[in-house]
């Protein structure tokens, strides 16, 4: 009975002492980490449970130090809320608390890399229960864009150590970022023939600065490979990548084969070319030598490109394209074939041909070529025939000259020789221009004759007058048709010259009949007027040579004569007009000096001002007879019409002509 009391005593006591445990006992929980950039503002919550109220809670931050210690930052109680001085953290942090969730927010503004330490949050009952947590502040910074840098250098393949490929580095990063090596694509590792050297630098700053450098034993393939790099670096929440730009390297691998063909002339090639060799080897080092080879001649290449300018036949043949590489000593050939093409100059036979009239004109024209020839004879540029032979039927002096033969080669463009032939036709001379001229010329002038002959041989030119006197040649040539010659004559009156030709197959001769014009004036001019009635106007022209006109009116005559106008005034009427106009009968030839043209024009004006001046007295009574008084020193007529008659030196007819110059009816001459 007492142990089962004692052990129910017990039993309640426990019960008793467990039940003011767990009033009295505060629970804290915190995430484990937070992370933020570098500059940022970090949140850390503290989430806390108890039974007393906030005021009866005690609530403290600490960090922890590298040496393991705590340091105090903030402190709070039911009275007091404290930040510690002279601690990293006294003018960044801030706290807040809810009571009604159980949050306490440590904020830490401007986060740096120096605050990357673990936070403690401690919260403490009055009854002496006390909890705490614990979060790790982690600070991040985002490294700047790496770079790469491949060797300058070029590689060679046969290298026993590893060769150096390139370098790749990333700057100011935190954590410390990493680098990857990547060739086409696939990452490299570590091997025996791979090597891969990472360094890393820590800034004043604090941020991390990694290098690398990638060595491998290169191979012929990595010609063409791509090296890069693939740098991964850490950021709140997770990881992220970036890439360097691609590089190549230089691989120097030796010739396993050598290649040799003619770059230029594409096609047929012909003498006078010039042709472009390339030679080529499949490797690529820049040990190796190269020798063009042909015959006994030597060519060395300072490219893979050689030239040969101005090709001729003696240079077909085989071409050799030696590779020597200086290091191992190695040869290598390759060859090719070239042959030039050739046309030889064309060649006429004969070169030179003389033929009689109406003969038959043959030649021939060859030229040794290579390839196919073309042949065509061509005179004065119109093509004549085609083929080797030439053959004209019946020659004439239109025959004569230089022919052209063109051989060309059609499969080649440019290629082509020519050769000519001179034909003379064989005869007597004969005239190209008119053989009779009639010429009119002036007087004292200087007239240049010409005469164009052909024959063969050339003929001789002399020149003669009708009376045999021999002219002086002014300038004689020798043309392809024949021969041109010309001689100046000053002409002082009629003359015939001839333009005499001859050659041992015969003569001939070409006359020039010139006719000397003399020039001439008129003489002076004197108009003879008397008793003009009142409304008499009498008019005279140049058309009216030859001419009398006589009866017109009573008492009233003019007389006008070649060789002068007489003119006799008296007793005008108030209304008379008088004018008289004078051009030489004398007809002038077309070819006359434009001399004689002017002085008639002259007179003509003269004499029309000379009328306008005697009607001008007239109106104004200078002349006797203005008062309307007649002249009775003439036989007064019977009518108020006057009568003209015109006289020349000729004695023809008469033509009579009225008052207002219609010619009159029989009955009245």
């Known amino acids: 009975m007492d142990a089962r009391l004692s052990a129910s005593l017990l039993a309640g006591l426990v019960l008793l002492l467990h039940g003011f445990t767990a009033w009295a006992i505060v629970e804290v929980s915190m995430e484990d980490r937070v992370e933020v950039f570098k500059g940022d503002t970090a949140q850390m919550t503290c989430m806390f449970t108890s039974d007393d109220g906030i005021g009866a809670l005690t609530i403290q931050w600490f960090y922890v130090l590298r040496t393991g210690e705590k340091q105090k930052i903030y402190y709070q109680d039911a009275t007091m809320q404290v930040v510690d001085r002279a601690t990293p953290f006294t003018d960044r942090i801030m706290v807040n608390v809810t009571a009604a969730t ?278 004065e540029n119109r093509k004549l025939s085609v083929g080797h032979t030439l053959m004209v039927e019946g020659a004439t002096f239109d025959t004569a000259g230089i022919y052209r033969c063109v051989v060309t080669v059609p499969e080649i463009d440019g290629m082509e020789t020519m050769a000519t032939l001179r034909v003379n036709v064989k005869g007597a001379p004969e005239f190209m221009n008119p053989k009779h001229r009639v010429m009119e010329e002036s007087v004292a002038t200087t007239v240049d004759l010409s005469c164009h002959v052909r024959g063969f041989p050339a003929p001789s030119v002399i020149w003669t007058t009708s009376d045999g006197k021999v002219l002086k040649t002014t300038s004689q040539t020798e043309r392809e048709d024949g021969v041109h010659s010309m001689v100046s004559v000053e002409v002082t009156s009629d003359l015939t010259a001839f333009c005499n030709a001859s050659n041992e197959y015969g003569a001939d001769a070409a006359s020039f009949d010139i006719k000397a014009i003399v020039s001439t004036t008129a003489a002076a001019t004197t108009i003879s007027t008397s008793t003009l009635s009142s409304s008499t106007v009498v008019r005279t022209t140049a058309a009216a040579t030859n001419t009398r006109i006589s009866t017109l009116s009573a008492s009233t005559v003019v007389r006008t004569t070649a060789a002068a106008i007489n003119t006799r005034t008296s007793t005008l009427s108030a209304s008379t007009v008088e004018a008289a106009t004078y051009i030489p009968t004398k007809k002038i030839r077309k070819e006359g000096s434009g001399v004689i043209i002017a002085v008639i024009i002259i007179c003509i004006l003269l004499l029309a001002i000379l009328g306008s001046v005697l009607y001008f007295l007239y109106k104004k009574g200078k002349i006797c007879g203005r008062s309307g008084k007649r002249d009775l020193t003439k036989e007064k007529s019977s009518k108020d019409n006057i009568v003209v008659e015109m006289k020349s030196d000729n004695t023809e007819d008469a033509v009579l002509l009225g008052v207002n110059g219609e010619k009159l009816p029989p009955s009245n001459q």
């Open 102 to 379: 159980g949050e306490v927010v440590l904020t830490i503004t401007d986060v740096q890399l120096k605050d990357q330490l673990e936070f403690i949050c401690l919260v403490k009952s009055l009854t002496d229960g006390v909890s705490e947590g614990r979060t790790k502040l982690l600070v991040f910074e985002r490294p700047d864009f790496p770079t790469i840098e491949g060797v300058q250098t070029g590689i060679y393949v046969h290298e026993e150590m590893l060769s150096k490929i390139g370098s790749c580095e990333v700057k100011n990063g935190f954590p410390k970022p990493n680098i990857t090596w990547y060739r086409n694509n696939a990452p490299l590792r570590a091997s025996d023939v791979v090597k891969v050297m990472p360094s890393t630098t820590t800034e004043s700053s604090g941020l991390f600065s990694v290098r690398s450098e990638l060595s491998l034993k290169v191979m012929k393939e990595d010609k063409d490979a791509q090296f890069y790099c693939e740098v991964t670096y850490l950021v709140p929440g997770g990881t992220r990548m970036t890439e360097t730009g691609r590089i190549n390297i230089t691989v120097y691998y030796p010739s396993t084969a050598v290649h040799v063909w003619v770059e230029s002339p594409k096609g047929k090639i012909k003498e006078g070319d010039s042709i472009m060799f390339n030679c080529h080897g499949n490797g690529n080092t820049p040990s190796s030598v190269y020798v063009i080879r042909h015959k006994d001649n030597e060519y060395a290449l300072e490219s893979n490109m050689f030239v040969l300018e101005n090709v001729t036949r003696l240079q077909s043949g085989h071409y050799e394209c030696i590779s020597m590489d200086m290091e191992t000593y190695e040869e290598l050939t390759g060859n090719t074939t070239v042959f030039v093409n050739y046309l030889d100059r064309a060649v006429v036979m004969p070169t030179v041909m003389e033929v009689a009239q109406g003969e038959k004109l043959t030649a021939t024209c060859n030229a040794l070529s290579s390839l196919q020839t073309h042949t065509a004879w061509f005179k």
